[in-house]
């Protein structure tokens, strides 16, 4: 698939997607061992049944996902067809999750058994995205039991087509093993373009499919010579400016998480509740600048933060805003989560704050920092207002970042971070994080 002797870095391959084999009939034949090397589906008994997922043995049957299970039973008469257990899988699914989220918490579910990664983020580790894909599928392999195929790309379309590539597949009633992880280069996104039906793009459906063969379009490399204006007239402009861009490699949509991450959250319960405003935005400013480092440590950029504040009696309340460009600035992030939580009616003494960071993307120096006036008129909203302070602190941030990275994290302070028992820069995790009682939140 690709030269072996070549390996491509992070910013030339930053896009992972990994689709795990068979998933829900994988999980039934792991939670009952008597069915493994049986032909295995999971989907409807009834007449009107659909086959959801179908082992490799089924597979070498016919047995397809979307078939119905009367033909699948026709083609495979032992095919064990069991109904779904969701629960079960979604389990499985969080584990799954928790694998890839050890990788970067840059990632994009897709149902339970697909996640795109946006491995940027981890450029400056030196990580080797190859290595990186094969070490997520032994851990899958080792910890769940489970197997997948992972595409390594410069973009979603492309690692999409290679993850399907890298599974097992059957030929002529033979299991053929895959290589588990595809690397496409320039010469495999030449050769797929050319070769490709168009059935192989994603979003592309039997539909579309039907609608594209009656212009005579049946490979990918046929949507080139036509106009997008054509192609709209048969599947809708939005359908034929995404084929246009997929027929000539390009993809632009990004990775992006918008599950609140806790890793990049920060929640403190304290031992002795806050009591007003003060209090409040003493707590919010430490809180602000332990993500707002955390992020920048990360090389990422956040879009919505959210503020959560539980009282005394156990009432909780969460105000999120998102903004319209990337947020990593402690300044700025303080900004929006003292509006947030001034919108907070304080109905008692807050025994738990938090602030997360989420709509998480990788930090890529573009579109972050618009340099505007040092002070932004008080009437602009809190999101102007948060921005203008980010570009003005940015070129200084940038500097105490380097300093601390250098000589440590005490080495260096801006005045907002002394406290009157001198510098305080709060760690990762607060001082209790999971309450003064102990933890309650088990990860
Ligand atoms: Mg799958």
Redesign the pocket.
Known sequence: MSSPSRRPGVLEAPILHV???A?FASVEVLDDPSLAGRPVAVGGAGERGVIASASYEARRYGVRSAMSSALARRLCPSLVLLPGRFERYGEYSRRFHGLVADLTPVYEPLGL??VFCDLRSLARLGVDPIEAAHGLRRRLHDELRLRCGIGVARNKLFAKLASKAAKPRVESGRLVEGEGVVWVDGATEELWLATLPVRALWGVGPATAAKLERLGLRLVRDLRGVGAATLARSVGPSMAATLVAFAAGEDDREVVTDRPLKSLGHEETFARSLVGRRELATALRAQAGVVARTLRGRDLVARTLTVLVRFDDGAQVSRSQTVGYGLDDEGALLELAEALAGSVELVGAVRLLGLHASGLRARTGEGLQLRLPLEAPAEDPPEDRARARQAERAALRDAIDEVRRRFGRDALATAGELTADGLEVATQRGRHPFGPEGPRTPR
């Open positions: 689709d795990l084999d998933f058994d697909e």
